[in-house]
């Protein structure tokens, strides 16, 4: 686990596509996580950009996966009923400078507002 400068650490971890045309809402099924956004045009996989931080905003602790480091592993999508998408995601990511981080068993819920 990488090491911040404060006793509170704050843990981000973002899950996106990118395309020119409307992002429709993923049906369930697994998709892989894949580095950058250019690599998630065709909406099949999702790239994963995770950073931590102390809670000062100014200062950044490290950032994996995303477009700065490697990222491979599966999120799925369990259900996507009243707009409201739940699914679990397991993954390693690097930062830039080769960093590993390992997330296994991980769990979410975003309702419509958040994608």
Do not use: C, H
């Not at 404060?6 to 580095?35: H, R």
């Not at 998408?85 to 390693?92: A, N, P, Q, R, Y």
């Amino acid at each position: 686990m990488p090491k911040v400068s404060s006793t509170v650490t704050i843990w981000n971890i973002y899950f996106e596509q990118n395309s020119s045309k409307s992002i429709a809402l993923p049906k369930p099924g697994e998709y892989p996580i894949v580095q950058g956004l250019a690599n998630t045009n065709d909406q099949t996989s999702f790239n994963a950009s995770i950073s931590v931080r102390t809670d000062a905003i100014s200062e950044i602790g490290a950032t994996f996966g995303g477009n700065v480091g490697a990222v491979n592993g599966t999120l799925k999508i369990v259900s996507n009923i009243n707009d409201i998408i739940k699914g679990t995601f397991s993954f390693e990511a690097y930062s830039s400078n080769g960093q590993k981080l390992r997330v296994t068993n991980g769990q979410f819920v975003a309702p419509k507002d958040l994608w």
